[in-house]
């Protein structure tokens, strides 16, 4: 742990789980969802959309704000989107498959962000590009077991805006970079008025390609302990070997771009600790100041 931000709430009344507040409010249906789509699939109501749809506008303005293109990305891929972003071969048994047409549903628009300069000589003075990407999401989610299978934490389908930056490679500038896709997912939190810590994940716990990684996780009172709500990573040239991508330096030479990722916000999975943070004795649910004007102006559910 290298920070924390804000403290847990203490609640004098008995405080319910993130289901138990949206089933109150008519937001979420898990046994229907279950019904069409089988374990871990649910339908969001009512309220329980304008959330969702309001973490995603939010955090789009925000990035929009600091300079970021948005881009709208195809969630169904080629096989060499998933192999240069490193997703495959290592993690080839947690995406859903289309044999027929030899495609893959993408677990994170990063995928598709990363691959959109695929075999591409960029100019220097053109770098860093930002992007920010919205797209559902889908994971298989294999041996995931215990409380991370409850309500909505680990579900097969979400929605994600994700934050993708291809820079010059320069050790320096990519630091530079990584701490700002890092404060840009805190300002999220802080809008969202969330209580969250941030860790710096060791070596032997970071993914292929990886060479420095930090997650936040936001506390979620229902698991009386942090969850991981974003993930932050730098890859130096380790995508952009995978998928060609080069920039033609000042002196005419070329040079594989150092590529960045981090998730601005993943839902339904924030709504756990937006939910159950802002709860009230009443059964009210208070919405952060900052999300109202994406829920038409609410200040409360219920």
């Given at each position: 742990e290298v920070k924390r931000v804000g403290e847990p709430p203490s609640f004098p009344f008995p405080p319910k789980n993130h289901v138990e507040l949206m089933l109150l409010h008519d937001m979420l249906d898990v046994e229907r969802g279950v019904k069409v789509a089988g374990s871990r699939s649910y339908f969001l109501k009512n309220d329980g959309v304008l959330l969702?749809?309001?973490?995603?506008?939010?955090?789009?303005?925000?990035?929009?704000?600091?300079?970021f293109t948005l881009m709208y990305v195809p969630v169904l891929v080629n096989?060499?989107?998933?192999?240069?972003?490193?997703?495959?071969?290592?993690?080839?048994?947690?995406?859903?498959?289309?044999?027929?047409?030899?495609?893959?549903?993408?677990?994170?628009?990063?995928?598709?962000?990363?691959?959109?300069?695929?075999?591409?000589?960029?100019?220097?003075?053109?770098?860093?590009?930002?992007?920010?990407?919205?797209?559902?999401?889908?994971?298989?989610?294999?041996?995931?077991?215990?409380?991370?299978?409850?309500?909505?934490?680990?579900?097969?389908?979400?929605?994600?805006?994700e934050q993708v930056i291809l820079a010059p490679a320069d050790e320096e500038l990519s630091y530079q970079l990584h701490m700002e896709l890092l404060g840009n997912a805190e300002e999220l939190l802080r809008r969202l008025e969330l209580p969250y810590r941030v860790v710096q994940i060791a070596t032997g716990d970071m993914g292929q390609g990886q060479v420095r990684k930090h997650d936040i996780e936001t506390w979620m009172p229902s698991r009386g302990d942090y969850g991981e709500t974003h993930s932050c990573s730098t890859f130096h040239d380790f995508q952009a070997r995978r998928l060609k991508i080069r920039y033609r330096k000042s002196d005419?030479?070329?040079?594989?771009?150092?590529?960045?990722?981090?998730?601005?916000?993943?839902?339904?999975?924030v709504l756990i600790a937006l939910l159950e943070n802002h709860q009230m004795e009443d059964g009210r649910i208070r919405i952060p100041e900052a999300l109202r004007p994406y829920v038409g102006g609410k200040a409360y559910i219920g």
């Open positions: 969702h749809l309001g973490v995603l506008r939010l955090a789009l303005d925000l990035l929009r704000e600091q300079g096989a060499f989107a998933m192999e240069g972003t490193g997703y495959f071969p290592l993690g080839r048994e947690q995406a859903y498959h289309i044999p027929e047409d030899e495609k893959y549903l993408v677990g994170t628009a990063e995928v598709s962000l990363v691959a959109y300069h695929a075999e591409e000589i960029l100019r220097e003075e053109d770098l860093p590009l930002r992007y920010a990407g919205i797209s559902e999401a889908f994971r298989r989610e294999v041996g995931s077991a215990g409380r991370d299978t409850f309500g909505l934490y680990r579900v097969h389908q979400f929605s994600k805006v005419g030479s070329l040079a594989y771009a150092y590529t960045l990722n981090n998730t601005a916000i993943a839902s339904p999975r």
